[in-house]
């Protein structure tokens, strides 16, 4: 089976970094996905981890470990507009469909 | 406007009427999912299509949903005898396989009354 979690909810300034961390336990792992949620909105990707290490794109960078079944979502430079929910995905290599975590809602305050 | 597209946006249904939801997929992409979704959680997967094959069906599915992709191109969720625990957001997403990302639609909203 597949078990996947993130804290609920997080609170952070704005211009500051936050980092959301996302625990996994699958079978069949074929890579661990970041999206966007604004309420009321459907999800929008963010990025994506195949391999062990760090990838960075803008503002966002996302961490696996693959050892450790962990991954982390980083935004830097908060802005207002990052209060949303981060949904961690993971991939399996077999049936493709994509796990989803919880989801964390994060709450960016001036 | 190519992305991936939901039809109707909001359902009201009285309980144990049946529903059918439209997605059109982006278009040169031949994997198509569908999700609900509940307040405050993160999507379920439902159903997995590879073209008009239904390759995946989670436990959730009950024998009241149906999923068809007739073409391979645009696909229907139908639910049948409506409960109120139905009520949830209905997600679409298509990819185009690989290692790819899924791209997901604005959802239809069905509200269960």
């Known amino acids: 089976g597949q078990n996947i979690d993130q804290p609920t909810e997080m609170t952070a300034t704005e211009g500051a970094i936050v980092q959301i961390n996302c625990t996994y336990q699958?079978?069949?792992?074929?890579?661990l996905f970041w999206y966007q949620q604004h309420a009321g909105e459907a999800p929008t990707f963010l990025s994506y981890?195949?391999?062990?290490g760090l990838e960075e794109k803008g503002r966002f960078s996302s961490f696996l470990s693959r050892s450790k079944g962990y991954s982390y979502l980083l935004l830097k430079e908060l802005q207002m507009k990052d209060s949303a929910s981060y949904l961690c995905a993971v991939k399996r290599n077999y049936g493709q469909n994509f796990v989803f975590g919880p989801g964390t809602r994060l709450s960016v305050l001036p | 406007d190519t992305g991936v597209s939901q039809d109707p946006r909001h359902k009201i249904t009285k309980r144990g009427q049946n529903v059918t939801f439209r997605c059109d997929p982006i278009s040169e992409h031949n994997r198509l999912y569908w999700y609900r979704q509940t307040l405050g959680q993160g999507p379920e997967f439902l159903t997995y299509?590879?073209?008009?094959?239904?390759?995946?069906k989670s436990r959730l599915l009950s024998d009241r949903f149906s999923a068809e992709r007739p073409k391979g191109s645009f696909s229907t969720l139908e639910i049948q005898r409506t409960e109120q625990g139905d009520s949830a957001m209905y997600l679409c997403?298509?990819?185009?396989?690989?290692?790819?990302?899924?791209?997901f639609g604005q959802g239809t909203r069905l509200t269960v009354v």
């Open positions: 997403a298509s990819s185009p396989g690989g290692g790819s990302e899924a791209f």
């Open positions: 299509f590879q073209n008009e094959a239904q390759l995946e």
């Open positions: 981890n195949v391999l062990d």
């Open positions: 699958t079978s069949g792992f074929n890579g």
